[in-house]
């Protein structure tokens, strides 16, 4: 579906798509066990049938700036190509519904009144498979000191997956006590970051060993005079890719286990690390293309369910980066924009649109092949936040994780 004010203002995100009619995710719950696992993650819940139409858009002008006062003639409503009649429309300013005026054309929306709050269910993911344990409770540290953010009518659920399992640490919940002790056993939990590490480094020492250098002569993102993939490069690209599916489709699942919760709903996605395209993760040599190989897993296919799952519940994920910032992104002499943007760009050789990759893309530029990777793993972020209306929180941002989300997620215009 699309949404059309006018106007001069344009809506700058989508913040939910529910298509109507449509029986949510039954292909997906119905999916027989994906490569590389024996059985998809388990849910807590039960599947809903979606069938109401309601849309959150947040709006701003050429500048960046939100606007505010719209009228629900401001907008058009279309699901499956076909304009629909908006028949709820409510402003929602600073957490609060804004009162309608006498004109407006549309009720409010069920459930909210005017001058009153208006809660956000917060469900919290946590990636205990891929980061580092120190690196992950940073995260959780600062998300926790962020708590006092939470509205008198918001609630926060906390789900954390080992690559085998999910844990429920606690449901729907606003108890500020509650919610410290579902965190503190976040905290308490093992992570597998060290073994994700020890398979990268593997890898690195194959590849240096493959192309006739003694580990840590050269950096190995130098050409090999090949632009072929090794053996060493396929067998990763596979298993990390499996990996990612696994645990991608452990937060699908949590998404449909927690279908229904009221008011605005936003999934908070803490990500160990995961590569957009692993292929490009995993080659030492730049000038390598991707591969059209059916078998090696792409960004598209790894994480176009977990944001249609999230659009079709009206979720709107907020990933966040746990592991940061890891080196210097260029070599000091190269001359590669340090914008991630500007960057991307130069070192795919292709516009930042077409992140996803493409026949015939090859790497290009000077950047080193740790900084690929960082951009790679920025690049899923970016991905899911882009097709659902969140935002990605990125290196620094991640320091502020909970408050960034709540300040993004307090103003917009709800109707249906």
């Known amino acids: 579906m699309s949404k059309t004010p006018s106007p001069a203002p344009v809506p700058s995100r989508a913040v939910a798509l529910v298509t109507a009619g449509l029986l949510v995710l039954g292909a997906v719950a119905g999916a027989g066990p994906a490569r590389g696992q024996d059985e998809a993650p388990g849910v807590f819940g039960e599947i809903i049938d979606v069938r109401v139409v309601n849309v959150e858009v947040v709006v701003t002008d050429r500048d960046g700036n939100r606007v505010s006062g719209l009228q629900p003639e401001d907008f058009r409503l279309t699901v499956d190509g076909r304009e629909t009649p908006i028949q709820y429309f409510s402003e929602v300013r600073g957490g609060q519904v804004e009162a309608s005026q006498p004109d407006a054309g549309a009720g409010t929306v069920p459930s909210l009144e005017a001058g009153k709050p208006v809660g956000t269910s917060y469900l919290v993911f946590i990636d205990d498979f891929f980061p580092l344990k120190r690196d992950r409770d940073l995260v959780l540290d600062a998300f926790a000191d962020e708590l006092g953010a939470l509205g008198p009518a918001d609630r926060l659920a906390v789900v954390a997956y080992d690559g085998k399992k999910l844990d429920m640490l606690t449901s729907w919940t606003g108890s500020p006590r509650e919610i410290e002790r ?40 130098d050409g090999r005079g090949s632009n072929e993939m090794t053996p060493y490069e396929r067998a990763y690209t596979k298993r990390i890719g499996a990996q990612i599916e696994n645990v991608v489709l452990a937060a699908t699942a949590t998404l449909r286990s ?107 530029g000077n950047v080193t092949n740790q900084g690929l990777r960082e951009y790679g793993v920025h690049g899923s972020l970016r991905y899911l936040a882009g097709e659902t209306g969140g935002k990605p929180l990125i290196n620094s941002l991640r320091w502020q994780p909970f408050g960034t989300v709540v300040a993004d997620t307090r103003s917009y215009y709800w109707l249906g």
């Open 258 to 364: 927690f279908a229904a919760p009221p008011g605005r709903k936003v999934m908070i996605l803490l990500a160990g690390g995961w590569p957009l395209e692993p292929e490009l993760y995993a080659v030492s040599n730049r000038d390598t293309p991707l591969s059209d190989d059916s078998d090696l897993w792409s960004g598209n296919r790894l994480y176009a369910d977990l944001a249609d799952t999230a659009n079709l519940l009206g979720y709107t994920l907020y990933p966040v980066d746990i592991p940061g910032p890891q080196q210097d992104l260029v070599d000091a002499e190269d001359s590669v924009p340090a914008d991630l943007e500007a960057g991307l760009e130069a070192l795919r050789g292709t516009p930042t649109e077409d992140i996803q990759g493409g026949e015939g893309l090859v790497l290009t």
């Open 182 to 221: 579902a965190f503190e056993e976040a905290r308490r939990r093992d992570t597998q970051g060290l073994q994700r590490l020890a398979d990268l480094r593997t890898l690195d020492a194959d590849a240096r060993e493959f192309a006739g250098r003694p580990y840590g002569q050269r950096d190995f993102n």
